[in-house]
């Protein structure tokens, strides 16, 4: 990792909103960083179903972290990877994968709070500190911990307690030494103006169907705005459409805005 490509991620969270897509393997990267993208972010499940797998810690560390590097290889922009729980069971255990993160070039992690061996459930807030902690260990003091809390994204306890809830996590993982906090599954613009007023630290939000739109997230104070599997989704929606219209519509429908041969070959001639 370059020292100046962190220190450039790291600013981008003062000017908010960081617009930051989520790219799956080296052609999506490359074709995002050429369309303007300032910074970049891996997603997990993007990467799993490319690989043949569903999304959940269904890949191990080391398959996760060559397709991290391929990424990072292919644009000049920062990288920041989705690590999904840290590829481990102990904090010693995220503490190495979060160095090795760094070895590929990467700027930043995302790490979520979810507990891998019980589907529905968050850990323990002080267990997953200790992870976080652990985390920031290993990763040295360059490289920007975003920490997923999914208590929004997996309806965790009944509606009216779960600000509080995100705002307990996120002050213990603040004091676990974490740069930003990322809470997907929130929509309503007023639950995101309070949470930004109650957490310290960078808000990150999951934009989609339902969500404020990016520039009246920025007017909430969020910091930086990500599209998690959505343009991995889109991508295999139109392989999608374009197969049926071929076998079902005797047409051919690529649709607006591909990109050609010619133009993924010179993204790639690197």
Known sequence: ?????????????????????????????AVIAAAGAEAIATTSAGIAWSLGRPDGDAIDRETALAAIERVVKAVDVPVTADIESGFGATPKDVAETLAAVAGT?????????????????????????????AAREGAGADLFINARIDVYLMGIGEEAARLDAVVERAGAYAEAGVDGIFVPGVADAAVIAELVQAIRLPLNVLAGPGSPTPSELGRLGVARISLGSGVA??????????????????????????????????????
């Open 1 to 29: 990792m370059t020292n100046d490509k962190a220190a450039r991620f790291r600013s981008l969270h003062t000017t908010p909103p960081l617009r930051l897509p989520n790219c799956w393997d080296a052609g999506s990267a």
């Open 105 to 133: 070039g990467a700027v930043g992690v995302n790490i979520e709070d979810s507990d891998v061996g019980t589907p529905g459930a968050l850990r323990p807030i002080a267990e997953q500190a200790e992870r976080y902690a």
């Open 233 to 270: 989704s889109a991508a295999y929606g139109v392989a999608r459409r374009v197969t049926l219209a071929l076998l079902e519509e005797d047409a051919y429908a690529p649709g607006e805005g591909g990109a050609d041969y010619g133009t993924m070959q010179g993204l790639l001639l690197r």
